[in-house]
């Protein structure tokens, strides 16, 4: 599980839909899978994406 992690250093880094987005699901960065939330909907796998904002653990996507 991903616990108490933060994941600000993640900001602006571009990764890859590892599931639907609808609009949660998982993205991959640097190898590292983490949950993610699509800021605009629905959102394909295997989809470049990136973050546009951390909050906590909340992690913001966009498609790239």
């Known amino acids: ?6 994941f600000s250093y993640l900001l602006d880094q ?9 609009p949660i699901g998982r ?3 640097n ?6 939330v699509a800021r605009d909907g629905f959102i394909e796998k295997d989809v470049a994406v990136v ?7 909340r992690v913001v996507v966009v498609e790239k």
């Open 51 to 57: 973050v546009v904002a951390v909050e906590g653990q």
């Open 27 to 29: 993205a991959s960065f």
């Open 1 to 6: 599980t991903q616990g108490t992690k933060y």
């Open 31 to 36: 190898g590292e899978t983490v949950d993610v």
């Open 14 to 22: 571009v990764g890859t839909t590892t599931t639907l987005l609808r």
